[in-house]
């Protein structure tokens, strides 16, 4: 599963605040009134709404758990392919952990050739 650009992540949050008519400062204080531990500056929370974040700190992690925006993108599963999936590792696998984990490897450098 791959994850969403910033740039999308940001413009989701910034619709879900134009819908429920709140500013940035006044989810931040939400966000303080629901746990103080958990902090997130204006300032931060504005930088997500741009897009202008690198990674998915704890702080990023916190905005968007609170909007219920999601980080992953979303994605139908073809249950052909699925199928097809499952039937080569029955295939191959040994059912021990060595060849659990190599395979896992492969399907994953396989998967990166595949976004390509």
């Known amino acids: 599963m791959s994850t969403r650009t910033p740039q999308a992540i940001g413009a989701e949050l910034r619709n879900w ?26 300032s931060w929370i504005s930088r997500i709404c741009n897009g202008d974040f690198v990674r998915l700190s704890r702080k990023t992690r916190i905005v968007l758990n609170y909007a219920n925006i999601r980080v992953e993108e979303s994605f139908d599963v073809d249950p052909k392919g699925e199928q097809i999936i499952q ?24 998967g990166r050739l595949a976004q390509k």
């Open 17 to 42: 605040l134009t819908a429920r008519s709140l500013t940035e400062s006044e989810l931040s204080a939400l966000i303080k009134a629901r746990n103080p531990n958990d902090w997130v500056s204006q």
């Open 87 to 110: 039937t080569a590792v029955s295939d191959v696998w040994d059912g021990s952990l060595r060849t659990a984990q190599a395979l896992a490897g492969i399907l994953r450098s396989a």
